[in-house]
């Protein structure tokens, strides 16, 4: 019911990051490896950078 909710609320600028987001958890869930990684991102020692450093150094879309 969530997803529905998201979706209804959605406007045109924002029903691709509701739909990339509920994709994204999709792929999780059907993961085999789902769990341990997320409990690592969520613990901090998933190997790997963080996006946000990254992702301000793009230019706006």
């Known amino acids: 019911m969530e997803f529905y909710r998201e979706m209804g609320e959605a406007g045109d600028e924002t029903i691709g990051g509701v739909l990339r987001r509920w994709w994204l958890r999709a792929e999780l869930y059907v993961d085999p490896e789902g769990d341990r990684v997320h409990e690592a991102v969520q613990s901090g020692t998933e190997p ?5 450093p990254f992702l301000r150094g793009l230019p706006p879309w």
Do not use: S, T
């Open 48 to 52: 790997g950078v963080l996006a946000a």
